[in-house]
């Protein structure tokens, strides 16, 4: 006999395992990343934080973005440091083709693995101190897809370096095919709902009227 509450159960623990595979989450990890706090991008390089803004200012003007960008084009970045130790220390920017295979989920680890990365490498800015605490960085990308950017800084009193690696696409996005099976997904949920409350009704009267 179909079991609709297990159906449901099931559905539920489906919907919910697709939606957190899919979806890029924003977490620290290993090594530094970035972390999206509302609307907000911050980037960790161990323990030196600095808020993340992407602009394309010939297509979208002051629209800022974070990881993922609408198109190909002239692109700046700006890192506004946050630690106030940053703008002591020399800090570098690298952006690299993606072609670790991992996604939104690269990290250190997988960038560290990648032979000659001069050669996926399409822009790179060596260490430089900024004393204002704020690094612009201009780049016209010509191709879209997926990118690592890749942020080094110094210590402020011995020769350690911290890194942190974060993804971002250009242009393209999964959420095109994502949001409408999550529009489908619930509309699917919502009437197996309704099935089980006109069932649970029409059982209650069978045994009202026995």
Not at 9 to 29: A, I
Not at 156 to 162: C, E, G, I, L, R
């Amino acid at each position: 006999m179909f079991n609709i509450r297990k159906f449901y159960t099931l559905l539920c623990s489906t919907f919910l395992g697709l939606v957190m595979t899919t979806l890029p989450l924003p977490d620290v990890r290993a090594g530094g990343g970035m972390v999206i706090e509302g609307d907000v991008c911050i980037i960790w390089v161990d323990f030196y934080s600095a808020h993340f803004t992407a602009f394309q200012p010939t297509k979208h003007g002051n629209k800022q973005f974070c990881q993922q960008l609408p198109g190909s084009g002239p692109t700046i970045f700006v890192l506004d440091y946050l630690h106030k130790s940053l703008k002591d220390v020399p800090v570098s920017f690298r952006i690299i083709h993606d072609v670790t295979g991992q996604g939104s989920y690269v990290k250190l680890k997988h960038v560290e693995k990648i032979e000659n990365i001069e050669r996926h490498t399409v822009f790179y800015q060596p260490p430089v101190i900024r004393a204002d605490a704020s690094l612009k960085i201009e780049h016209d990308f010509t191709q879209e897809g997926r990118y690592i950017g890749v942020i080094t800084a110094g210590h402020p009193s011995n020769d350690m370096v911290f890194t942190a690696v974060f993804p971002f696409e250009i242009g393209g996005s999964n959420y095109g095919l994502l949001l409408p099976l999550i529009l489908l997904l619930s509309v699917a949920v919502f009437y197996l709902l309704r099935r089980a409350s006109l069932a649970r009704k029409v059982t209650a009267q069978k045994g009202a009227g026995s």
